[in-house]
């Protein structure tokens, strides 16, 4: 398709210098639009899952065909197109339709709230929105009369602006990255060029029809319709990982160079004589600050999340258990008050790796994580410890709660076996060995005494829960139940 791309744009331009009969230069023309609403239309039919998005896309490709179709009718019939026209309530309708399928693709791929990335499209959105208005929608208001004309030309770049918030969102957000996803930035890029030109020569006076804005319409539609047909255009609509992007080199150039558009505008008016809309640029510079600041907050929160936290299973970190434990330790003896901890291991992991790759052995971590996470008490706290390793901090638990507690993890990690793919089920079991405060004064022992019952506890035939005891003369001793 990319490659008959520029074999059609080469023939339009043809036909348009050699005054071929028209109908044939508006089905070149049109093609592109065309291209990408059947390309939709194909693709919804195929595949159930992607029909919503692809309906939505067909329906605002359709409707900028239309728009393109009465243009040139209208041009053909009357030599020149009264301004607005029934062609630009089609192009306007174009917009929701682009838009909502662009929003559907973003929800699928962040279902949940991602909202460091709309922090970022808003921050986009707003340092193009102060451009737009200074140079597009002010000068319109200035220099058009009739409420509908205004009314319409000034609905252009406000689509324009929903495109730009909505492709901003899908292109910063996490997810990931596909050819598919490149192609629809290209579209975004080539589509937001040739409506902002052909606005800002509308106003000087200076467009005519038919010229190289002609071309990149085109070349949008076509890179939409290339991205709907690739192969990764499922991968496209994959939910993400991650909750939130990494705030890498490009990402944040980006937010830079939209943050100082506003004040480097007024700059440059300024030094050109002109006079820059005071008003909105105060607003957008303030808006952009906040929304910076804001962002900041978000960076080092996540940066001291990721410092206490497991990738893999969300937990707390083995760092952050070990700082924990010693502060627990030290409140349980101010206050005489008991503390439990207890180590798990899972049993035969490394048989689960080389069985069903690394893959099925996250999967299981992942899984023994939920259900551990559920069978604690509100307030204990559950760390990864090691590869396979748990460990769970249990305040305020004697030694008859701890045992119930460790009693209760067990079972439930076995209660029901862990699914490593579509049809293949794994029976999990964990080893837990248990040790507590008092009997214990300090955190070292307490962890090595924990260890052992542990050890214990496989050495034992695993699956079941040692607990480490003090007798009268300090020597620990463990008592596999």
């Known amino acids: 398709m990319l490659a008959a791309m520029p074999v059609v744009i080469a023939g339009y331009f043809l036909m348009v210098a050699g005054d071929v009969w028209p109908g044939l230069q508006v089905a070149f023309y049109v093609s592109a639009n065309g291209t990408f609403a059947l390309s939709c239309l194909t693709v919804a039919v195929?595949?159930?899952?992607?029909?919503?998005?692809?309906?939505?896309?067909?329906?605002?490709?359709?409707?900028?065909?239309?728009?393109?179709?009465?243009?040139?009718?209208?041009?053909?019939?009357?030599?020149?197109?009264?301004?607005?026209?029934?062609?630009?309530?089609?192009?306007?309708?174009?917009?929701?339709?682009?838009?909502?399928?662009?929003?559907?693709?973003?929800?699928?791929?962040?279902?949940?709230?991602?909202?460091?990335?709309?922090?970022?499209?808003?921050?986009?959105?707003?340092?193009?929105?102060?451009?737009?208005?200074?140079?597009?929608?002010?000068?319109?208001?200035?220099?058009?009369?009739?409420?509908?004309?205004?009314?319409?030309?000034?609905?252009?770049?406000?689509?324009?602006?929903?495109?730009?918030?909505?492709?901003?969102?899908?292109?910063?957000?996490?997810?990931?990255?596909?050819?598919?996803?490149?192609?629809?930035?290209?579209?975004?890029?080539?589509?937001?060029?040739?409506?902002?030109?052909?606005?800002?020569?509308?106003?000087?006076?200076?467009?005519?029809?038919?010229?190289?804005?002609?071309?990149?319409?085109?070349?949008?539609?076509?890179?939409?319709?290339?991205?709907?047909?690739?192969?990764?255009?499922?991968?496209?609509?994959?939910?993400?990982?991650?909750?939130?992007?990494?705030?890498?080199?490009?990402?944040?150039?980006?937010?830079?160079?939209?943050?100082?558009?506003?004040?480097?505008?007024?700059?440059?008016?300024?030094?050109?004589?002109?006079?820059?809309?005071?008003?909105?640029?105060?607003?957008?510079?303030?808006?952009?600050?906040?929304?910076?600041?804001?962002?900041?907050?978000?960076?080092?929160?996540?940066?001291?999340?990721?410092?206490?936290?497991?990738?893999?299973?969300?937990?707390?970190?083995?760092?952050?258990?070990e700082e924990t434990l010693r502060r627990a330790m030290a409140a349980a003896h101010r206050r005489g008050e008991p503390l439990g901890l207890l180590l798990l291991d899972i049993d035969h992991f490394k048989t689960v790796n080389d069985t069903y790759g690394h893959g099925g052995g996250d999967r299981v971590l992942i899984e023994v994580t939920r259900r551990l996470s559920r069978l604690v008490r509100p307030g204990d706290v559950a760390a990864r410890y090691g590869g396979e390793e748990f460990a769970v901090l249990l305040p305020g638990a004697g030694p008859e709660e701890t045992m119930k507690i460790a009693e209760r993890i067990r079972h439930g990690v076995a209660a029901e076996p862990i699914a490593i793919g579509a049809d293949v089920l794994c029976r999990v079991t964990v080893s837990v060995g248990a040790a507590g405060v008092p009997a214990l004064r300090e955190v070292d022992e307490l962890v090595l005494a924990a260890d052992r019952a542990l050890y214990a506890a496989k050495h034992a035939g695993r699956d079941r829960v040692a607990a480490a005891t003090v007798s009268a003369a300090a020597s620990v001793a463990v008592a596999v139940a």
Request: hydrophobic share 55%; glycine share 10%.
């Open 46 to 321: 195929r595949n159930r899952d992607l029909r919503p998005i692809m309906l939505c896309l067909a329906a605002g490709a359709l409707l900028g065909a239309s728009g393109d179709v009465m243009f040139y009718v209208l041009a053909v019939v009357q030599d020149t197109v009264e301004y607005p026209s029934i062609a630009d309530v089609a192009y306007l309708g174009a917009y929701p339709g682009i838009a909502a399928g662009l929003l559907l693709i973003v929800r699928r791929r962040t279902p949940g709230w991602d909202g460091a990335s709309a922090v970022d499209a808003a921050i986009v959105a707003i340092g193009a929105g102060y451009l737009v208005y200074e140079f597009i929608i002010a000068p319109t208001m200035d220099v058009t009369t009739g409420n509908i004309a205004t009314l319409v030309s000034v609905a252009y770049p406000l689509g324009d602006l929903m495109t730009i918030m909505v492709g901003a969102r899908l292109v910063l957000g996490a997810g990931p990255r596909s050819p598919s996803l490149a192609l629809i930035a290209g579209y975004l890029a080539a589509a937001l060029y040739a409506d902002t030109a052909y606005s800002v020569q509308s106003l000087a006076g200076t467009y005519t029809a038919s010229n190289y804005l002609d071309a990149i319409w085109m070349v949008a539609g076509y890179l939409f319709a290339a991205a709907v047909l690739h192969p990764s255009a499922a991968q496209m609509v994959s939910p993400s990982r991650t909750g939130t992007p990494d705030a890498g080199t490009a990402r944040l150039a980006v937010l830079a160079v939209a943050a100082v558009t506003a004040p480097t505008s007024m700059l440059i008016q300024f030094a050109r004589g002109g006079e820059p809309h005071i008003v909105a640029a105060g607003l957008s510079c303030n808006a952009l600050f906040l929304l910076v600041l804001l962002r900041m907050a978000g960076l080092v929160r996540a940066q001291r999340r990721a410092a206490i936290t497991d990738g893999l299973t969300g937990l707390h970190s083995r760092r952050h258990f």
